[in-house]
């Protein structure tokens, strides 16, 4: 019995061994392609903004994003937000991506109304 035993962990081994290591593999190189690929849109996106900036010859471009703010509400419900997700700056501007992420879909007029005023 003993003998089964080990001849059945050795033949478990020896087939399922090399598709795990491939499955294994195949799984990080994945992640490494998607963080380059995450990393060559970034920067593309920032090369577009860039140029809108110099074009419109503006101190600051931004692209906002909405999205779910996860589970925050008393009943569990998804709340709905808005960040800045990308930002381009002049030299000298302060960045405000740090200041509207996360802000409430309620607060998004209120927001603007807020950065309005800064700008004038």
């Not at 195949?26 to 920032?46: G, N, P, R």
């Not at 809108?52 to 010859?57: A, E, P, Q, R, S």
Request: charged residues 20%.
């Amino acid at each position: 019995m003993e003998v089964l035993g080990s001849v059945l962990v050795a033949l478990i081994t020896a087939l399922l061994g090399p598709i795990v290591i491939l499955w294994v593999k195949k799984k990080l190189t994945k992640s490494k392609d998607e963080i380059a690929v995450e990393i060559f849109s970034t920067e593309k996106i920032t090369t577009e903004i860039e140029e809108v900036l110099n074009k419109l010859d503006a101190d600051r471009v931004w692209i906002t994003q909405f999205h779910s703010g996860g589970h925050f509400l008393h009943s569990n419900k998804s709340m709905q937000k808005f960040s800045v997700v990308y930002e381009v700056d002049n030299a000298g501007v302060l960045p405000v991506s740090t200041i509207f992420t996360n802000i409430p879909i309620s607060l998004y007029s209120r927001c603007f109304s807020e950065i309005l005023t800064l700008l004038l």
